[in-house]
T-cell receptor
Framework: ETGVTQSPTHLIKTRGQQVTLRCSSQSGHNTVSWYQQALGQGPQFIFQYYREEENGRGNFPPRFSGLQFPNYSSELNVNALELDDSALYLC??????????FGSGTRLTVV | QKEVEQDPGPLSVPEGAIVSLNCTYSNSAFQYFMWYRQYSRKGPELLMYTYSSGNKEDGRFTAQVDKSSKYISLFIRDSQPSDSATYLCAMSPGSFQGAQKLVFGQGTRLTINP
């Protein structure tokens, strides 16, 4: 199967709750990154995983955490949700410096 | 100051026009430059990529990078209504196997009017 698949597509959570977002990488891609895209803004880098290890992180607090599994699928976990966490969360996978393939994202709304 | 600046528009042009989209950046370490297209409710789709300075053409699309001016451009010839989308520039210092982080511009919303 080609392409990056994210689930769920939409999610509504209450402030203070925890959320887990999931991503299946494109076949052959061993690197996965997560981005947060607020409305009307460009995506912001959260972190990157390479072969199950985090190897880069953006300016996001520790309550944003992740995992990459042996099959290169990935999870993004956010604890203690805040209203400002409402955004489109994008997963991207790659096997090189170009060719980042993005999923369609998970739209998270925190109320 | 943001690392990457992009005019958010919106930009509206008639069908068939030549469209010019631009970004400026401040980090001289950027070596890989990309343009993504994002339709509503979808993830970004890679359109063009270039390494270092120079031009690259792919069909109706031309990407230009001027590292001396820290300025990149995307030109769309013979624009079509299907080109209506948000266009995002992105760049990276290119340290693959390290923190291969893409830094995006804000995105320009483009509408091509039939």
């Amino acid at each position: 199967e080609t392409g990056v698949t994210q689930s769920p597509t939409h999610l509504i959570k209450t402030r203070g709750q925890q959320v887990t977002l999931r991503c299946s990488s494109q076949s052959g891609h061993n690197t996965v990154s997560w981005y947060q895209q607020a409305l009307g803004q460009g995506p912001q880098f959260i972190f990157q995983y390479y072969r199950e290890e985090e190897n880069g992180r953006g300016n996001f607090p520790p309550r944003f955490s992740g995992l990459q599994f042996p099959n290169y699928s990935s999870e993004l976990n956010v604890n203690a949700l805040e209203l400002d966490d409402s955004a489109l969360y994008l997963c991207a996978s790659t096997s090189g410096p170009y060719g980042y393939t993005f999923g369609s994202g998970t739209r998270l709304t925190v109320v | 100051q943001k690392e990457v600046e992009q005019d958010p528009g919106p930009l509206s042009v008639p069908e068939g026009a030549i469209v010019s989209l631009n970004c400026t950046y401040s980090n001289s370490a950027f070596q890989y430059f990309m343009w993504y297209r994002q339709y509503s409710r979808k993830g970004p789709e890679l359109l063009m990529y270039t390494y270092s300075s120079g031009n690259k053409e792919d069909g109706r699309f031309t990407a230009q990078v001027d590292k001396s001016s820290k300025y990149i451009s995307l030109f769309i010839r013979d624009s079509q209504p299907s080109d209506s989308a948000t266009y995002l520039c992105a760049m990276s210092p290119g340290s693959f196997q390290g923190a291969q982080k893409l830094v995006f511009g804000q995105g320009t919303r483009l509408t091509i009017n039939p």
